[in-house]
C-alpha cells in the first residue's frame, strides 16, 4: 500500500541529540561531586526524562531529593532543546520529501512537548510536522504501543511506517504489527545487530533514503 503516514520518534532519529543525552546523566551525577559509571550512558539509554533523578538517586545512593537532581538535568536539557539541537544530516530534506509526497508526518516521542517545540523551530522542522504525540501526554512510555496507536489514527497499519532508533522501541512496535525502519545511531552501535534483525528494514544515512523498499 503507499506510503500514508510516517511516524518518527525524535532523539536520536532525526534530532542529533545522541551525544547530549549520553552526557546529560554523568553531568548531573558529576555536579553531585560523584564519579559517573562507565555504563552511565547505556544504563539511562532507555530512560524517559522524568525516569532519570529517580534512577541516579538509587544507582548513586545520591541524598539530594528527587527534584533537586530532576533540576541539574532539566536545566543542561534545556540548553540543548533550545540553543544547540541539530538535525542528523540528511533528516530536513528527507521530511521534506515526504511531506512534498504528501505523506502525514507525525512525532512520537519520550521528550516533553515544551522541549521538542523549541529544538524543533531551532531546526526548521517546526513547519513540517501534522501530529505531536509526547509519551507523557498518552500516559505511557514506548515499553508499550500506546503512543504508536495513537500517533496512527485511523491509518491502516500497512499504509504507516514508523522511524525509530531505540533497540526496546523498535520491538514495542514490531511485537504491535506496524512496520518499522530502524535509524541508526551512535548511542545503539552496540545492539545493532538485534536492531537490524527486527526492524521491517534499516536506514544508516538520510541521504541515501532511495534505498527504502517502501520508497523506490
Same mark, same amino acid.
Given at each position: 500500500m503507499t506510503l500514508q503516514k510516517a511516524i518518527f520518534d525524535m532523539d %536520536?532519529?532525526? =534530532? #542529533?541529540?545522541?551525544?547530549?543525552w549520553r552526557n *546529560?546523566? *554523568?553531568?548531573?551525577?558529576?555536579?553531585l561531586g560523584h564519579s559517573p559509571k562507565e555504563s552511565i550512558g547505556r544504563d539511562t539509554l532507555a530512560l524517559g526524562m522524568l525516569e532519570f533523578?529517580?534512577? =541516579?538517586?538509587?544507582?548513586? #545512593?545520591?541524598?539530594?531529593?528527587?527534584?533537586?537532581i530532576h533540576a541539574i538535568l532539566e536545566q543542561r536539557v534545556q540548553q540543548y532543546y533550545t540553543k544547540e539541537a541539530e538535525l542528523k544530516p540528511g533528516a530536513l530534506e528527507f521530511l521534506r520529501m515526504l511531506q512534498g509526497r504528501g505523506v502525514t508526518l507525525v512525532l512520537a516521542t519520550a521528550t516533553e512537548r515544551r522541549l521538542l517545540l523549541p529544538a524543533l523551530a531551532l531546526t526548521g522542522a517546526d513547519v513540517l510536522f501534522d501530529e505531536i504525540y509526547t509519551c507523557g501526554e498518552v500516559g505511557h512510555s514506548k515499553h508499550t504501543?500506546?503512543?504508536?496507536?495513537? *500517533?496512527? %489514527?485511523?491509518?491502516?497499519?500497512? *499504509?504507516?511506517?514508523?522511524f525509530e532508533?531505540?533497540?526496546?522501541?523498535?520491538?514495542?512496535? @514490531? @511485537?504491535?504489527g506496524f512496520q518499522v525502519c530502524?535509524?541508526?545511531?551512535p548511542a545503539t552501535v552496540h545492539q545493532w545487530d538485534?536492531?537490524?534483525a527486527t526492524a521491517?528494514?534499516? =536506514?544508516?544515512?538520510?541521504?541515501?533514503?532511495?534505498?527504502l523498499p517502501f520508497l523506490r
Open positions: %536520536g532519529t532525526i =534530532l #542529533d541529540s545522541t551525544a547530549m *546529560a546523566a *554523568a553531568h548531573v551525577v558529576r555536579t533523578a529517580p534512577f =541516579l538517586k538509587k544507582d548513586y #545512593d545520591l541524598p539530594q531529593p528527587v527534584e533537586e504501543p500506546e503512543i504508536y496507536r495513537a *500517533a496512527l %489514527g485511523s491509518t491502516p497499519k500497512d *499504509a504507516a511506517w514508523i532508533d531505540a533497540c526496546y522501541a523498535v520491538h514495542t512496535a @514490531v @511485537v504491535d530502524a535509524v541508526a545511531d538485534e536492531i537490524a521491517a528494514c534499516t =536506514l544508516e544515512d538520510y541521504r541515501h533514503w532511495q534505498q
